[in-house]
């Protein structure tokens, strides 16, 4: 079919025009074969923009448009649903990007005229090759999947269950709450962490749309937007849930209380047998049985003997759940980093120097020192305190991170507060690089720390902590403002450690096909305007795992994660992309090398009757599973005979495309 | 070589296959052809000498679709190549009776004229329990040189003596590795990228395509090559310039990727005296620095490190850095 082709050029303000000749590439692009019709206008993705558009589709019966404009991420969808609405089929259309990958990126106006001319004869020659798709549709299954049960995955889960959507909870540990249930108090109001977490947890576990998978990991991750299959790892908990009525005794009775508590940092120990904490959900225990003398040796047996209600089960399995969602919410969540880069500050070497998380055990009343401030190695109440911030933060040296933990000045001001309130007599000296407490009531919060409760900040970093033979710490440090060394005594250091995404992370995204940054943090589908999307469709985040974040952000990010994952569930069919893989039976060898690298699993393989010129034979060939398909195109380049093409994306297209810039 | 024809005969007349794959005598002396023999009578034309380096894997492609099984001779490298067939569903493990043949290193008639021997008419000893030393009947006299001088440069890195895969075996094979497998990559990746480009510039350019590597080479068993497809315009096509000899080669070569055995068929058929394993034993070479040791072939299960994604993978960037 002669080829009637389209060229619009957009200026887009003077985003491109500044640095385009937008004229001199209408003028130019005209000249290519099956160009019909080139015009430039000021903003292509305008309404007149637009329109003209349709018009030219209409008067000149167009077959393809080419728009020489801004990324295809940004108007693609807009221009094809223009092509549409005109009677155009929607997949006839190319953008050649002329905005990101020339006008911003050139400076020289000739240059920059010249490759938007080269991108432009690229997309014509694909156009030209271009053939009509049609959309399909997939179905989407009613049901959510919430990785991780802190405040992020409680927020959403709740908020989707609002919506009246099921929804799952997978925690990979024995409880749900996560890092804010280690918490003692919060900023900048200074309430007690458990108390406003704790209803929350209670909430989720009540509600009877919510459904908790606790000490349990999603195993494997297939399908696709609207419907993904979840295996989930119901990990052996040894206790009948059914059966447990969480009095407590065996936890009490066990012999073997030697393992270090995760939930206290390693500060003290537990039991084998155990709840990491008392307000639990569910208040069911685990056993450890790294730990458990039970599958260590064989004797014991005392929780299965004190138990009434006969709920301990040595033989317990893990147990695999099955179960199809139509969106995945990742609240991941962080830890803090290790410090083993961090020697000088001597934390490996005395008990006395300890991390801001274990500091929020000892202050809490549950914790190992049942609240007092103590130092660990004698149990003596501490005089001086130093506070160090940004360990392994703003990190330009490659031994921690390069981004700002974010949450750690307010903290670290918070401590200062509490202990300057409830021991007047402890001095507290805080050394930092900056102040950073953007938020609201949050700079009051850090004023109130150094004004009203005498906080000592130093601007300046600290060099190295030394412990001392009578016990003592020495910190020596410099002041900035001052310009002096600084060496002073403390009982006791702090470290505000970094922040790091939880390291199961890499895993999970990897069965997501989620992408993650070089911080391990998972990547939105923009950084601005979709900043709760991955760019995996159906797969959302929320809290840390996208980004550092104090509470109060959580939960705003993860109610905002719950509105997007709601406005997919409430959809009853998904348009799928008609850009997939297909198969030519001619050229298939059967070798299974696309079914290998398929991230999707959609390429399965039959045996199929091939006719042909002299060909008449039974081979096994690759079938593309056309919903499961995402266009990824790792299978056509990895088919070593060319059988696998991507429809709207086939490798003539592309091979005329690099003819056309190669010209 | 009696034996294998006493086996071969013995399978046919029992019915356990109806054909046998193996060499027949050439036009030269020197020069055996991979045959099929159907009828005991066939089989007095069977040859199995020094010079039967064809690899045999390949043309189970074929066998696997007629009907009945058939006997075929592999070599101990062979049996690398048919395993990854295997892993391929490129050929049928039911369809053939394997026998591992014995193998003391196998011959390069070039290696001998190399050696200054002329008017060469046939060669003697080149046998599996032969002597150390090979007499050759030239036009002008009887000369000499070692088995081992006369070896193609592929079994001086032999792969080792043990089949991969086999139903039996018959005859004593033997590790004739005398040289490191990369040397001759090690020596190319030591040149500046100047002295790198015109060695293989001047490698490629003595290419006439006449496909005889990609004919012969085990891992190119596409049923339709993407060089002869009218899918591409690259169908059927004489170079026309030095970037199209390249091409042609760095196109192979990125194809059997991490499926290439190394067995050294392509080389050894190219009548141009084109060093084309490099090529192969570069992306092996640099396969098994960044993914760990990896022999395609060895193991039907493993997967191919090319099509297989672990933690443990270099990054992106890493490669780049080394080219």
């Known amino acids: 079919m002669q080829q009637r082709i389209g060229v619009f050029v957009c200026h887009c303000g003077s985003n491109i025009a500044a640095t385009v000749d937008v004229k001199k590439v209408v003028e130019m692009l005209a000249l290519e074969p099956g160009v019909v019709h080139a015009e430039d206008y000021q903003y292509m993705c305008s309404e007149v923009g637009q329109a003209k558009i349709a018009e030219a589709i209409k008067e000149k019966q167009l077959t393809g448009v080419v728009v020489c404009s801004c990324s295809p991420r940004m108007h693609e969808t807009t221009f094809r649903k223009c092509a549409e609405r005109a009677g155009l089929n929607p997949y006839m259309v190319e953008i050649a990007n002329i905005r990101e990958q020339v006008s911003w990126i050139h400076k020289d106006m000739e240059e920059a005229t010249q490759k938007a001319v080269i991108l432009g004869r690229a997309a014509i020659a694909k156009v030209s090759l271009n053939t009509p798709l049609k959309a399909g549709e997939s179905r989407v299954t009613k049901r959510a999947l919430v990785i991780g049960g802190g405040i992020a995955g409680i927020q959403t889960a709740l908020d989707i269950a609002d919506a009246g959507y099921e929804v799952d909870i997978v925690e990979k540990t024995p409880s749900i709450g996560g890092r804010m249930s280690q918490l003692d108090k919060t900023f900048p109001t200074l309430d007690c962490s458990a108390c406003i977490l704790t209803p929350k947890m209670v909430e989720a576990s009540a509600n009877e749309k919510i459904t908790l998978y606790t000490y349990s990991e999603v195993e494997k991750v297939s399908g696709f937007v609207g419907d993904f299959t979840v295996d989930i790892r119901k990990k052996a908990r040894s206790v009948d849930m059914s059966k447990c009525t969480g009095c407590g005794v065996c936890q009490e009775k066990c012999p073997n209380k030697k393992a270090p508590s995760e939930f206290n940092r390693g500060l003290n120990t537990r039991s084998a047998i155990y709840t990491p904490f008392a307000q639990a959900i569910p208040n069911v225990p685990v056993i450890d049985r790294e730990h458990c003398t039970k599958f260590l040796t064989g004797k014991c047996g005392v929780c299965s003997k004190v138990c009434q209600a006969g709920a301990i089960d040595y033989e317990q399995q893990d147990e695999i759940i099955t179960e199809k969602y139509g969106a995945i919410v990742v609240a991941t969540g962080f830890d803090i980093i290790k410090l083993d880069n961090y020697g000088e500050y001597a934390y490996d070497q005395s008990p006395d120097v300890i991390t801001s998380l274990e500091l929020e055990r000892i202050m809490n009343a549950a914790g190992p020192t049942k609240g007092h401030l103590e130092r660990m190695s004698d149990h003596k109440a501490p005089k001086n305190m130093v506070f160090i911030q940004c360990v392994g933060s703003r990190c330009s040296d490659g031994r921690g991170k390069s981004y700002c933990s974010k949450i750690c000045c307010m903290y670290t001001a918070k401590h200062a507060m509490l202990i300057r309130d409830k021991y007047p007599d402890v001095n507290v000296t805080v050394f930092y690089i900056d102040v950073r407490t953007p938020g609201k009531n949050f700079d009051e919060f850090y004023r109130r720390a150094v004004e009203d409760y005498h906080v000592n900040y130093i601007k300046g970093q600290v060099g190295k902590v030394t412990p001392e033979a009578d016990g003592s710490l020495t910190v020596h440090g410099v002041d900035l403002i001052d310009n002096k060394q600084i060496k002073m005594k403390a009982d006791m250091v702090v470290l505000a450690a970094a922040i790091e995404p939880n390291p199961d992370i890499r895993k999970i995204a990897t069965m997501l096909t989620a992408s993650i940054d070089t911080n391990n943090f998972l990547t939105e589908a923009h950084a601005k305007l979709r900043p709760v999307e991955s760019p995996t469709a159906g797969i959302f985040l929320s809290g840390v795992t996208q980004g550092p974040k104090d509470i109060p952000e959580t939960v705003s990010q993860a109610g905002a994660a719950a509105v997007k994952a709601i406005g997919l569930l409430a959809k009853d069919k998904l348009l799928t992309n008609p850009c997939t893989a297909q198969a030519d039976i001619m050229a298939c060898n059967g070798c299974s090398t696309c079914a290998n690298v398929c991230p999707y699993g959609a390429i399965s393989y039959e045996d199929k009757e091939v006719r042909g010129p002299g060909i008449r034979e039974v081979r096994r060939v690759a079938v593309v599973n056309s919903a499961l398909c995402q266009g990824c195109g790792a299978c056509t380049v990895a088919c070593p005979s060319g059988a696998m093409d991507l429809q709207g994306f086939s490798n003539r297209q592309i091979i005329a495309e690099v003819d056309a810039i190669c010209r | ?323």
């Open chain 2, 1 to 323: 070589m009696q034996e294998l024809i006493n086996k071969a005969k013995e399978l046919l007349a029992n019915g356990t296959v109806v054909r046998v794959l193996g060499w027949r005598a050439g036009d030269l002396s020197y020069n055996p052809e991979p045959a099929f023999f159907e009828t005991e009578e066939d089989l007095q034309k069977f040859v199995y000498d020094g010079f039967c380096g064809a690899n045999l894997s390949k043309y189970m492609i074929e066998a696997s679709k007629l009907d009945g099984k058939t006997l075929v001779f592999l070599k101990p490298c062979d049996t690398y190549s048919f395993n990854q067939l295997i892993k391929e569903h490129r050929v049928d493990r039911e369809k053939a009776y394997i026998v591992g043949v014995g193998c003391r290193g196998k011959l390069d008639i070039d290696k001998i004229k190399e050696q200054g021997i002329k008017g060469i008419e046939s060669v003697e000893g080149t046998e599996l329990d032969g002597p150390d030393t090979l007499t050759i009947k030239t036009l002008y006299g009887d000369k000499t040189c070692s088995y081992a001088s006369a070896m193609l440069g592929r079994c001086h890195v032999c792969k080792g003596k043990e089949h991969m895969i086999a139903d039996e075996i018959i005859g004593e094979s033997k590790d004739t590795k005398d040289a490191e497998r990369f040397d001759a990559v090690k020596a190319v990746e030591a040149m500046s990228p100047e002295e790198r480009f015109n060695f293989f510039q001047k490698e490629l350019r003595k290419c006439i395509r006449c496909n005889a590597c990609r004919n012969v080479c085990p891992a190119c068993s596409c049923r339709k090559c993407v060089f002869d497809s009218n899918k591409f315009d690259s169908a059927q096509k004489a170079n026309v310039d030095s970037f199209e000899e390249k091409m042609f080669h760095v196109i192979r070569a990125f194809h059997v990727a991490g499926r290439c055995t190394d067995c050294g068929e392509c080389s050894r058929v190219c009548p141009q005296g084109i060093q084309l394993h490099l090529f192969n034993r570069k992306f092996i070479k640099d396969i098994n620095e960044y993914y760990g040791e990896f022999q395609a072939g060895a193991d039907i299960e493993a997967r191919g490190p090319l099509t297989n994604y672990t933690f443990d993978d270099v990054e992106p960037s890493i490669v780049k850095e080394r080219g």
